[in-house]
């Protein structure tokens, strides 16, 4: 269940992401770029970027989140720029042609599909040349530290020593991320990390009353710690975003 400090907080809680796609929308200026959204759900990056005239396809395996998708682009008058896909992750490279596309997003995809390596070289495979991907995964020591303040010490524990961040059986998430791990990942399948951030460094610690009162003010800082270690490290997420070089 959303609470109400996520709903108020959603701008600075995806500030940083945004940042970095403008600046790589500015840097195609005037052209109009094929996206990928895998686990895209109910467009709320799709949307947004089709209505800045980008072609979107959202690959999700929710139908009740794609058919939200398409009344959302409807609304937005951006239908024809949005395409609804049915499939997961690890069916990537069967649903997208290779070389095809020039910016793919995977967020809060890699922490739930059997086979992250599988998706991520798929991935690569389909961006053309020059290409890039916002890849957004769970941050294991933004796990740790929630569970240690919230009193589960032995969760705490195990997502420290669990090889993939996990916190037990009862995990919700298969695996969890650092800097490193993740840039590995990407290295792997011939990707070039160009930057990396923390999203929602303190945007999901802030109570309602703190956000509601000077947003603004919520935002700036976000995004002012989202590239700064520790501050980075700690937050509830991680985006690197990444180049194929050839």
Known sequence: ???????????????????????????????????????????????????????????????????????????????????????????????????????????????????????????????RPGGAVSLLVASRAAAILGRAVNGHLHAAAALVTDPAGRAGPRDTLLRRYDADSATALLQAAGLQVEETHGVRVVADLLPAAVLEEDPQAVLELELALSSRPPFRDIASQLHLFARRTA
Not at 53 to 76: E, K, M, W
Not at 88 to 93: M, P
Not at 104 to 117: A, G, K, N, Q, Y
């Open 1 to 127: 269940m959303e609470t109400a400090s996520a709903r108020t907080g959603r701008p600075a809680r995806t500030a940083a992401v945004w940042a970095v796609l403008r600046r790589e929308l500015d840097r195609h200026a005037g052209r109009e770029l094929t996206v990928l959204d895998v686990g895209g759900g109910t467009g709320g990056f799709a949307v947004p970027l089709a209505e800045a005239g980008h072609t979107v396809t959202v690959i999700d395996a929710s139908p009740d989140a794609l058919a939200a998708l398409t009344r959302r682009a409807a609304d937005a008058g951006v239908a024809d720029r949005v395409r609804a896909v049915q499939g997961d992750g690890d069916a990537l490279a069967g649903l997208v042609a290779p070389g095809s596309a020039d910016l793919i997003l995977c967020h809060s995809v890699l922490e739930v599909v059997d086979e992250p390596t599988r998706v991520v070289s798929a991935i690569a495979a389909a961006l």
